[in-house]
């Protein structure tokens, strides 16, 4: 079993201090929903971005959106052999079930994502949902994980092949990697402090997408249960 944890991911719901700002008002009116339960993208959201913090590290949900279409859609997580967290850049943890099919539509895929943070899960009012959403921080969510060894990969981190890399994790008993779904900026401190190794696996910065795919394609050819 892979465990794969997306961290710092660019994903909220348009912060308090924009609530007025009119590209989130345009956007809601138009999507016939209040600017609170809209989330943040900088697609939209530019110039409303300029004056909050980490701007630069906020509203993407497109980075994972791809994550997730990568990773749910792999034959690992067919199998399931795959377990997929999202934590976010405000303490939140999503808890993604295998069976998940999210829509391929980037429009309706940010409409569930709402629906998730406004009702807690989705589907509504089901005992087992498909994802849920709590307050939880990345060390919490460690705690739950329990992972025999955590790799944290970052452009940053001791250079090594994937291949070198996976033949490591599959050695383990449950190993976890984890995958930042941010656009750009060096790993923050926190998160280093956390991993027993951190392994850059090219010789400059990937997209977290990239990095997912391959990280899992990796695996499943080495992964032999
Ligand atoms: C756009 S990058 C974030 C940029 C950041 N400079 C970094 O890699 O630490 C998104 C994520 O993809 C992964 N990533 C990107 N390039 C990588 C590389 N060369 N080796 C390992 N992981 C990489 C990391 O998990 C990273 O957090």
Sequence with gaps: MLNLIFFDTALE????????HPSVRRNAKRRNKKPAETLLDRSLHHYGMTRIENAERRGRPDIIH???????????NKENRLKIWVNTNHGYTIE?????????????????????FINGQVPQNIGAPLMSIRKMSIEKLLQKVKPSKLYLLS???EPSSLDNLVSKMVSNENPCA???????????????????????????????WVITSRLIYEYEKQFHP
């Design 96 to 116: 993604v079930d295998p069976e998940t099919r999210l829509p391929r539509d980037y429009n309706r895929f940010k409409g569930l994502m709402e629906s998730l």
């Design 178 to 208: 984890l995958v930042g779904a941010y656009p750009s900026g060096q790993v923050s401190s926190d998160i280093h402090k956390l991993a027993d190794e951190v392994i850059s696996v090219y010789g400059e910065t990937l997209e977290a």
């Design 13 to 20: 719901l348009v912060p308090f201090s924009m609530l007025n």
């Design 155 to 157: 452009s940053h981190g």
């Design 66 to 76: 791809f994550c997730l279409l990568e990773a749910l859609g792999s034959p690992l």
